[in-house]
């Protein structure tokens, strides 16, 4: 069974480090990849499905187009609210039912054995090492949780406080328009 493991932190007040595009990736070829480019099949319409949770994703992040193998452009950044509306009218691939990804949906793409970004490159090229929306509200109860979104990060080690894991799924405000959104849609 694949470790699936999350650290989750809380964001109250805590500024996000500053983040920028896809650099050369780092992996450790001494350990066995968690999301090895065999779970993924490529349907060549810019969509990959993945084998084990049955999920169609976009191999861009949004905002950047698909051609000759890598992504090109951009990545668009939204706050939580626009994320979710342009995910909710976004049609590709022939499917108008995509949408942002839950946290773990999210965190279930996140290559373990690499930083730079933490993702499997060849599936997913030119990924922003960066925060990602989730779909999935700050569950708290009082104090104003109700304004924080759960994020997921494609980024290095120590890109916060401390020698950190790979895999960081953290809470921040609803309102940062400067996070980086990959859809999703239910594979059928």
């Given at each position: 069974?694949?470790?699936?493991?999350?650290?989750?932190?809380?964001?109250?007040?805590?500024?996000?480090?500053?983040?920028?595009?896809?650099?050369?990736?780092?992996?450790?070829?001494?350990?066995?990849?968690?999301?090895?480019?065999?779970?993924?099949?490529?349907?060549?319409?810019?969509?990959?499905?993945?084998?084990?949770?049955?999920?169609?994703?976009?191999?861009?992040?949004?905002?950047?187009?698909?051609?000759?193998?890598?992504?090109?452009?951009?990545?668009?950044?939204?706050?939580?609210?626009?994320?979710?509306?342009?995910?909710?009218?976004?049609?590709?691939?022939?499917?108008?039912d995509w949408r942002l990804p839950n946290v773990r949906e999210l965190a279930s793409i996140v290559e373990d054995s690499c930083f730079s970004p933490s993702i499997n490159a060849t599936i997913f090229p030119v990924t922003p090492i960066a925060w990602f929306w989730s779909s999935t509200p700050h569950k708290g109860s009082g104090l104003g949780f109700d304004v924080f979104a759960w994020l997921v990060k494609f980024g290095n080690r120590t890109d916060m406080a401390g020698d950190l894991d790979l895999r960081i799924a953290f809470t921040h405000q609803k309102d940062d328009s400067g996070t980086y959104v990959r859809l999703v849609r239910s594979g059928q």
């Open positions: 069974m694949r470790k699936t493991w999350l650290i989750f932190l809380l964001a109250s007040g805590l500024c996000l480090p500053a983040v920028g595009q896809a650099q050369a990736q780092n992996c450790n070829s001494n350990t066995t990849p968690s999301t090895p480019d065999t779970q993924f099949a490529d349907n060549a319409d810019g969509t990959v499905t993945d084998n084990q949770t049955e999920l169609m994703w976009m191999r861009c992040s949004l905002g950047q187009t698909l051609g000759g193998g890598t992504c090109s452009g951009t990545a668009s950044t939204f706050n939580w609210q626009t994320a979710l509306i342009a995910a909710e009218s976004y049609s590709f691939a022939g499917f108008d």
